[in-house]
């Protein structure tokens, strides 16, 4: 399939993917936000002849994925202004190819992100990088580029696919929220995932483990042989160096989180701290397709002939206490108040850190969006 072809004076068309599965709109469209101009090799060419577009190459984790896909190829211009082009490609199937998908939040380290990665090579590393903004020292941020400019050059350099994702990392929500989404969304594609605890601070260490063993990823800590003394050794090395260091699996134990219901109830009450009340999370079960909650029993109708009305709103708020805000309350994860005739549920600290820990929460084109800068 062809586009017209364009004048030195148009824009460069750009390519859009979209996919019917979450977790593989995901796989695609991050790397995609990547750069502008794009355009692609291997098993797409053929469905691809726009001029002038920049070379920039779909990952091979993505590409030896495409060629299983039934694909749907469309041009489509603006008629009136013929000013660009969108090649719109509709996945529809694709099966999971296992890979190997590491989790690296990175401070001022180097060795210890690079050390297990050259041995066994994985698909795919995130880097979670610290969050541009107003709030820390300039000189921090600058350290952290030159740190996150060496390790991923380095990674490049073994042919291994580098995204970095911003992310406040001297938050413990934050990191929790972006290591758990991340996790989630690679598993959804049958990806085996990793995470090093070891190349960042104490406080970015603890949530990345804690959403690592509630997914059942292999937390893993890079051992140093020694700390580093000058500042090119820093430079060189990051604050530790490491030669022939050990790398420790962590084991796993179980977190007793709650049901996707449940989970879906706190994730809605954790972007509204200020309260909801009973018939917002029955929307919530009934959007998730909770049993017992298909009909909307506000929208049936409310007069004396049909009493059906009160006897469903009266299963639902009966089922969506006992069942389900009873249970969180007890856990310590919500609290109740009565308001008038309802009752509001708001979220307690618990709360916010197991919603956290669902994966749910995580906004991907926030924590990207230091790629378009």
């Known amino acids: 399939m ?21 977790g593989v709109r995901f ?11 794009r355009s692609v090799r291997g098993p797409l060419r053929p469905l691809l002849r726009a001029p002038a577009v920049d070379r920039t190459v779909l990952p091979r984790s993505v590409r030896s994925r495409l060629p299983f896909a039934r694909l749907h190829a469309t041009a489509v211009g603006a008629a009136d202004h013929n000013d660009f082009y969108d090649i719109m490609l509709n996945i529809e199937s694709m099966p999971g190819l296992i890979e190997d998908v590491h989790v690296v939040p990175l401070g001022h380290e180097v060795d210890r992100a690079l050390a297990p990665l050259g041995r066994h090579r994985p698909s795919r590393v995130y880097l979670l990088t ?41 938050d413990l929500l934050d990191v929790i929220i972006v290591t758990a989404g991340v996790i989630v969304a690679e598993q ?11 190349a960042a601070g104490r406080l970015t260490s603890v949530g990345a483990t804690l959403a690592g063993m509630a997914h059942g990823a292999q ?37 007793r989180l709650p049901g996707a219901a449940s989970m ?10 200020g309260g909801r009340d009973t018939r917002h ?72 850190y197991a919603a956290a820990i669902s994966g749910l929460l995580w906004d991907r084109d926030r924590s990207m969006q230091s790629q378009h800068t």
């Open 281 to 352: 999370l029955r929307r919530v079960l009934r959007e998730s397709g909770v049993p017992g909650f298909e009909t909307d029993a506000g929208a049936l109708p409310h007069d004396r002939d049909h009493p059906s009305r009160r006897s469903e709103e009266t299963r639902q708020l009966m089922t969506l206490e006992k069942r389900y805000m009873a249970r969180l309350i007890a856990d310590g994860h919500v609290d109740r108040e009565r308001q008038g005739r309802r009752n509001r549920y708001t979220i307690t600290e618990s709360g916010r």
């Open 2 to 22: 062809s586009a017209p072809a364009q004048t030195s004076a148009e824009p460069k068309p750009k390519l859009e993917i979209g996919c019917t599965d979450p």
């Open 27 to 37: 796989c695609l469209d991050h790397r995609l936000e990547r750069s502008r101009c």
């Open 264 to 273: 879906a109830l706190l994730v809605e009450l954790c972007r509204h701290p």
């Open 219 to 255: 937390v893993y800590y890079v051992g140093a042989n020694r700390y580093t003394e000058t500042e090119g050794e820093r430079q060189m090395h990051g604050l530790s160096i490491c030669e022939d260091s050990g790398i420790a699996p962590f084991t796993n134990f179980r977190f």
């Open 188 to 198: 959804a594609l049958g990806n085996r995932v990793s995470v090093n605890m070891s």
């Open 130 to 170: 610290l969050i541009e903004n107003d709030r820390y020292d300039p000189d921090l941020h600058a350290k952290q580029r030159m740190y996150t400019e060496r390790v991923a050059s380095a990674l490049e350099a073994l042919a291994i696919e580098v995204v970095p994702l911003q992310t406040d990392l001297f």
